[in-house]
């Protein structure tokens, strides 16, 4: 099965970007990746996928705001087609111990789940609790070592700065009702970034760092025999966090995310 919100959730950790040194300098901006079938198993049901991803990150003086809009088509092989797409925006205080969010989830056009609500943490690595306003009101604690999107990818910068290889954190977006789930990435050696014309100075090119992300099940959520990824997901990424190519992998198909458009949003004036 597609899981659109594994997706969804995965590309907006991804993407919530943070500069090299710390998230106070951290570059507003608005990108779109155009998704197209990268690679499709012998076995699959999907004929043909195609779809989109807007992002937008600005200054909000206090926090950082995020906005998302994600769509996929999917074609199945029998002729039927489906359309989904998530809106997503979030909150997260520059410090990294308070977020707010707010999901939409539609269908065939057809809204079929919202999602909002706010988290905070006690401290840097320290517990927390998400509290759920829709689809109802819901209280779930976080464990200790809960992170953020921003603050996780701030994270994963500096591990790579480090020349570390391997990272694990908990990961708490807010994308579906649960707590904090295990995100593993593989961080490769840097390598200089390819000029495909969309990236322009000051925003690129520049070197990235290859990385490949597991997204697992919260706690409580994996049945047995699913202890494997929901979702992978690899992207190239900048020193100063803009991710300049992606690949998503499903259990059946992969898509590719070409950057199309890149461009500054203008400072905040905070």
């Known amino acids: 099965m597609v899981r659109m919100t594994a997706a969804s959730a995965a590309v907006l950790i991804a993407l919530t970007a943070a500069a090299p040194a710390t998230a106070a300098e951290m570059v507003s901006h608005r990108a779109f990746y155009r998704l197209s079938l990268a690679s499709l198993s012998s076995d699959s049901e999907v004929s043909d996928v195609q779809g989109g991803i807007g992002y937008e990150i600005s200054d ?31 909150w997260e ?62 994270n994963l910068l500096e591990s790579a700065r480090k020349g570390e290889k391997f990272d694990r954190q908990l990961v708490f977006d ?21 000029d495909d014309g969309i990236l322009k100075p000051p925003l690129g090119p520049h070197t990235v760092w290859p990385m490949k992300l597991a997204f697992y ?6 049945g047995p025999g699913e202890e494997l990824p929901e979702f992978e997901l690899s992207m190239d990424l900048q020193e100063n966090g803009i991710a300049t190519a992606l690949v998503l992998q ?5 898509l590719r995310g070409t950057l199309e458009s890149l461009e500054a949003l203008p400072h905040s004036g905070c």
């Open 60 to 90: 909000g003086c206090d926090g950082w705001i995020v906005e998302q809009q994600y769509a996929m088509r999917v074609l199945w092989s029998n002729g039927n087609e489906m359309d989904s797409s998530d809106s997503f925006t979030s």
């Open 93 to 154: 205080s520059k410090d990294g111990l308070n977020y707010r969010f707010n999901v939409r989830k539609f269908r065939d056009g057809t809204e079929y789940m919202l999602i909002s609500g706010n988290a905070e943490l006690e401290s840097k690595g320290g517990a927390g609790m998400a509290r759920f306003e829709e689809p109802e009101s819901d209280r779930i604690a976080l464990p200790k070592g809960t992170v953020f999107p921003t603050e996780h990818t701030v």
């Open 174 to 194: 807010g994308s579906e009702i649960e707590s904090a789930a295990p995100v593993t990435t593989i961080l490769f050696t840097q390598r200089p970034a390819k």
């Open 217 to 222: 099940a919260a706690a409580g959520k994996a």
């Open 250 to 254: 499903f259990d059946d198909f992969s």
